[in-house]
């Protein structure tokens, strides 16, 4: 497998991903992250070539893709946090229209 042929696997991998974030999908979330990881390790052996535009832009849309994730992982861990605080009787902070926290 060459570093395109690579990044379009990691690219299909975060779709799958987001995917299973979306569908709270343990299993299939832990299936693409393995893959991902395998993928990327491929692209990383290609790192003393100089990339082509192709591979620019396969690794900008990449990224972008794995900013994605991480802006669901964040959102996730963000409603976790909250439900936990909620059942453990703590008050989860609200906030005014003004944008300031409350205690």
């Not at 393995?34 to 790192?47: E, F, G, M, P």
Request: proline share 3%; aromatic share 4%; with cysteine.
């Amino acid at each position: 497998m060459n570093r395109r042929e690579a990044l379009i696997e990691v690219i299909e991998c975060l779709h799958a991903e987001i995917a299973a974030l979306k569908a709270n999908d343990v299993a299939a979330l832990e299936a693409a992250t393995r893959s991902k990881i395998a993928a990327i390790d491929t692209v990383a052996l290609y790192d003393g070539e100089a990339p082509g535009p192709e591979v620019r832009e396969l690794a900008a849309e990449a990224h972008k893709l794995n900013e994605t994730c991480r802006i669901y992982v964040n959102l996730m861990a963000a409603n976790v946090r909250r439900r936990l605080q909620i059942l453990s009787g703590q008050q989860a902070p609200s906030y005014k229209a003004a944008g300031y926290a409350l205690a």
